[in-house]
């Protein structure tokens, strides 16, 4: 079975600063890898997803994420955070076959201060 | 495009008492629909696969005979959470994927509150 594993559980920047959060995952098999953001009170929304091909994949509002498939690794990234983007985000993963269901990690709150 | 709703947004029910949770694919057909469970500041915690016209699969330690799933058709999918508990408040989540794309789209979820 995969897991999912986010090392930053709370993040706080302040407006302008870069982000970047990290996500590795653990499978033996091919993958395909979301990243996913809740803002408050709203439901998940996909920011970007990585299924095969350029392992830099750019998302909305400014977000890309790499994948590292030596590292098992899919770091998000931003260069310049705004205030708007204060919310949870998921990084997730399914295998690319079978019934793929999504299995989420542990997810990192973001607080961007103006 | 690609919007799933899901209803109702919060319900508060006696401890005992049956309650049903509507996830519908507004815009597109879904052939898989997925249930998850949230709790406070955790992550999504899947509970069960649902493909239309076919008996769930659920996770291990899920209880199928407490939360029934059906999935009628291609649009529609149902949680009913059975003989409600005040362990059983939470946050439930469907997702719908299409038949098309391995990608979830999320409804905006149930606060579920048993009293």
């Known amino acids: 079975a995969q897991s999912v594993s986010q090392h930053n559980h709370h993040v706080i920047l302040s407006e302008a600063a870069s982000l970047e959060l990290g996500c590795n995952y653990s499978y033996g098999g091919t993958v395909n890898l979301f990243w996913y953001v809740q803002y408050p009170g709203q439901h998940l929304q996909l920011l970007l997803k990585?299924?095969?091909?350029?392992?830099l994949v750019k998302g909305i509002k400014g977000f890309e994420a790499e994948f590292i498939k030596s590292k098992f690794s899919f770091n998000l990234r931003k260069p310049s955070v705004q205030w708007s983007d204060t919310a949870e985000y998921f990084c997730?993963?399914?295998?690319?076959?079978?019934?793929?269901?999504?299995?989420f990690g542990s997810g990192t709150r973001l607080q961007v201060q103006p | 495009g690609a919007v799933v709703s899901q209803h109702p947004s919060r319900v508060i029910c006696k401890s005992g008492t049956s309650v049903k949770i509507e996830c519908r694919s507004l815009d597109f057909q879904a052939t898989t629909m997925f249930w998850y469970r949230q709790f406070p500041k955790q992550s999504l915690m899947l509970m069960a696969t649902?493909?239309?016209?076919?008996?769930?699969?659920?996770e291990q330690g899920v209880e199928k005979d407490k939360f029934l799933i059906n999935h009628a058709s291609l649009t529609l999918s149902t949680l009913t959470v059975t003989s409600a508990h005040p362990e059983d408040s939470s946050f439930y989540i469907c997702s719908a994927r299409p038949g098309t794309e391995n990608i979830q789209y999320f409804g905006a979820g149930t606060r579920l509150s048993v009293l």
């Open positions: 997730a993963v399914t295998p690319d076959t079978g019934r793929r269901a999504l299995t």
């Open positions: 649902s493909n239309e016209g076919s008996k769930a699969t659920y």
């Open positions: 990585y299924f095969s091909g350029d392992p």
